[in-house]
């Protein structure tokens, strides 16, 4: 399960915990604080106290034996793993107590301390510090203390005493506290009438609190989140983790919005055994203070995975939400407001060397949607693979059982069974493959319509079969170049797809999981047009592609293009059929050949990067999609990107109409400094002449603490309403204010990193096929 830091009773403003996701700068260096010196080794340091030998070393010394024993110059203790070095230092043998002083160094296993004097109690291996100075090992905590005292146990309690993570002179945050008891087990710390100081100057005072020390989970407050925004007003949130057990947790947020109410969030974590885990999630806001009379909001969320022992496995998700626009008006934990499909699943499988059979449920509900889709209820999944059956032959055999049923009685419910076996003949090698196959696709079906059902025109029952032949090359040249005085590796990949399958008229069948596929250029060497099995189509049709890359001298790929098309020497005759329009063909395949699509990712010239896709119509001369980005990235979260996409005749599901997508992006993340940088997004509609986000984000870090302010206008999605079917007043637009502070060591995650920056918006920031490491 995930380390979380926490503060037991920490009430800082605008604080928030954030994961960390990316590093802003390199700090391991100039952040580390280290001891004086570095702790010794010893052979019997996992001994039992009274086995452990005790050695001392000076520069002169003087002894009565068993009575008192003085050294002085360069004294040192060693005992186990404890170390001590002073100036001068007397043990008592009979009471078995040793006092040192000048120059004094302590140091175990967890910490270091320098301090005036020290009084150590063998005999219960205790000791008490004046004057000192301490140093976690393995953390960036430190501090000083007027009195240190090291237990029996090994633990720390230190009076009149401060701590900071900062470097030694840095105090941009101290900690200081009358009292702080550490506990090495636990490994959390106790503080009594504790004071932040933040440049010296107090921020607030807590009577009693706890801090981590190490990254181990503890009940506690973890760090509020502040924000305003036009839709949701002023936002504070603060979370509240419980850690029940090792195997369980709870994060519980009271999120109180200024402009909506309070919106309560529960998380719960747990593990089931050494391979499964899984998490709950609960929200919900009794009144929408911004939509009249409002009805409850809510959702709840289930996911489970793991393995049940080494062959079984198992699957569960579920989602729902009490309107269409819940992610769009609200700061869920479990979707973005981009997300309009919940899916609802459930599945077990059983895996063994050759075979696998898998049985699942599912149902899959669409925000915004009038119509749903078909749920799963159930389907039972059967693959067998038989390598090299006979002479090079692979058999391989696939089976489905699907029982489709629908929410609303207009649509036809169906049985399907579908049965898919293979036999294929791969030849491979270092100048090229070539693998023919052979399938037999056969499917049934059993469709119940009633006097309600939109399509009733569908067969009652349908048994289809159809062969399909696959004839898949390539062959791989390769020479070695020169380009711009820098030699390389040229390969030249030319691939080819010859694909028959037989044809039968599908009109009869309803549409119950198939949907059309993108014709990228790795499309093209589909087997498939349609996703699911409702609709196979009928092919005879031959793919032709070409890829060259050039590899550098390190053989790294710094170049790759891919072209192909599809030749069709027959039309297809299958396409979809809208359920509700029974006589309209939405789709169908009557061209001579694909659309042209290509695919380039390039690097320029050193820290230059382009990437680009593009389908084109050759015989209508129109271009069906293409997208390009031009980055450079000369370093480490060092980004400038443009960017353009093009996507035409993109159906609106809540207004059935047609529009064309035509927008521009400028994206950039860049160092001011070694601890300032800046953040920044913005893309815009060429059609609509607007701009549909802009984000504009700046973060200061240092070693010990961090803070971001950011910007977001960004365009806002609105369904139809079915929470409050009056209330046609949503905005159109969103911006608000966003402040991120961090303190390290103090509940804070490390550094709030640029990725999750570049990640936050409609648009995430896909990195394109880098070339170069």
């Known amino acids: ?56 070393v000076s520069d002169s010394s003087t002894a009565k034996m068993g009575d008192k024993a003085t050294f002085a ?14 100036d001068n230092a007397v043990l008592d043998q009979a009471n078995e107590r040793l006092d040192a002083n000048g120059n004094l160094v302590f140091q175990d296993s ?26 976690l090992h393995g953390q960036q905590i430190h501090g000083e203390a007027e009195k240190l005292e090291i237990t029996q146990d090994n633990n720390l309690h230190l009076t009149n005493t401060n701590f900071t993570t900062c470097p030694p002179g840095d105090t941009s945050w101290l900690l200081e506290a009358e009292t702080i008891k550490i506990d090495s ?19 607030f005072y807590l009577p009693y609190m706890t801090i981590p020390v190490s990254e181990k989970r503890k009940s506690g407050f973890l760090f509020p989140l502040f924000s305003t925004s036009t839709t949701n007003g002023v936002e504070v949130a603060t979370p509240y983790y419980w850690n029940i057990s090792p195997e369980y947790d709870l994060t519980f947020t009271p999120h109180y919005m200024s402009a909506r109410g309070l919106f309560l969030k529960s998380e719960f974590r747990y593990l089931a055994g050494e391979a499964q885990q ?73 895996f063994a060397n050759n075979w696998d059979v898998t049985a699942r449920v599912q149902d899959i509900k669409v925000l915004g949607e009038d119509e749903s889709p078909y749920q799963v209820m159930p389907q039972v999944a059967f693959n067998y693979r038989a390598p090299e059956l006979w002479q090079g032959l692979d058999f391989s055999i696939l089976g489905e059982a699907t029982n489709f049923r629908h929410k609303e009685d207009q649509y036809a419910t169906a049985n399907r069974v579908h049965i898919e076996p293979t036999l294929s003949l791969p030849i491979h090698g270092p100048a090229g493959s070539l693998t023919s196959e ?56 030319p691939q080819f797809q010859y694909l028959y399958v ?35 189509a009928d092919a005879n049709q031959m793919t032709l592609g070409l890829t060259t890359r050039l590899f550098d001298e390190h053989n790294r790929e710094t170049f790759k293009f891919s072209l192909g098309q599809i030749y069709y020497f027959e039309d297809s005759k299958v396409g979809l059929i809208d359920p509700s329009q029974p006589n309209t063909v939405l789709e169908e395949q009557n061209t001579s050949n694909s659309v042209l699509a290509a695919e380039l990712n390039t690097q320029l010239y050193n820290d230059w990067f382009v990437s680009g896709a593009i389908q084109y119509d050759t015989k209508e001369s129109e271009n069906k999609k293409s997208e390009v980005t031009l980055d450079f990235r000369p370093g480490i979260n060092k980004l400038m990107q443009v960017s353009y996409r093009y996507v035409p005749d993109l159906v609106n599901s809540n207004t059935n109409e047609s529009v064309n997508i035509s927008q521009a992006g400028v994206r950039a993340a860049w160092p001011i400094n070694d601890n300032w940088y800046i953040v920044g997004n913005w893309y815009y509609d060429l059609n609509e002449s607007r701009s549909v986000e802009t984000y504009t984000g700046f973060q200061y870090e240092s070693c010990c603490w961090a803070v971001r302010l950011s910007y977001h206008y960004r365009i806002k999605t609105n369904y139809d309403d079915d929470l409050a079917p009056t209330f046609e007043d949503r905005e159109l637009f969103e911006h608000g204010f966003y402040l991120n502070f961090v303190i390290k060591g103090l509940g804070g995650s490390g550094p709030l990193g640029v990725s999750d920056m570049l990640d936050d918006g409609l648009f995430n920031y896909r990195k394109p096929l880098y070339l170069k490491n």
């Open 73 to 86: 110059g360069d004294v040192t203790f060693s005992q186990g793993g404890r170390h001590i070095a002073a």
């Open 110 to 135: 967890m910490f270091t301390v320098t301090a005036d004097s020290l009084s150590a109690e063998m005999r219960s291996n205790s000791a008490e510090l004046s004057g000192a100075q301490y140093w």
């Open 438 to 493: 052979i399938k037999l696709l056969q499917t049934n079906y059993w469709q119940d319509t009633n006097d309600y059902s939109i399509n009733q025109d569908l067969d009652s029952s349908v048994s289809r079969t159809l062969p399909q032949v696959r004839i898949h090359g390539q062959i791989n040249f390769e020479r070695y170049t020169d380009y711009f005085d820098s030699n390389y590796r040229q390969t030249l990949e």
């Open 1 to 56: 399960m995930h380390n979380r830091y926490l503060l037991a009773l920490a009430l800082l403003p605008h604080l928030l915990l954030a994961d960390e996701l990316d590093s802003t700068v390199d700090t391991s260096t100039q952040c580390l604080v280290e001891p004086p010196v570095p702790v010794p080794s010893s052979d019997d340091r996992d001994l039992p106290l009274d086995l452990q030998q005790i050695k001392i």
């Open 502 to 536: 037989g044809y039968e008229d599908q009109t009869g069948i309803g549409l119950y999981d198939t949907a059309l596929l993108q014709d990228d250029y790795y499309g093209l060497f589909r087997d498939r047009r349609f996703s699911g099995l409702d609709r196979i």
């Open 185 to 203: 087990t636990e490994e959390w710390g106790e503080l009594w009438d504790a004071k932040l100081k933040i440049g010296d100057v107090p921020v």
């Open 278 to 350: 899984g998490q709950l999630n609960v929200e919900y806001l009794g009144n929408d203070d911004l939509i009249p009379n409002s009805p409850d909001r809510y959702l709840y969320h289930w996911q489970h995975q793991g393995a049940i022992d080494d062959n079984w496995r198992v699957l569960a998700n579920f989602t729902d939400v009490s309107d269409n626009n819940y992610f769009n008006d609200l700061n869920s934990d479990v979707l973005r407001a981009t997300d309009n499909q919940l899916s609802r699943i459930g599945e077990i499988a059983y």
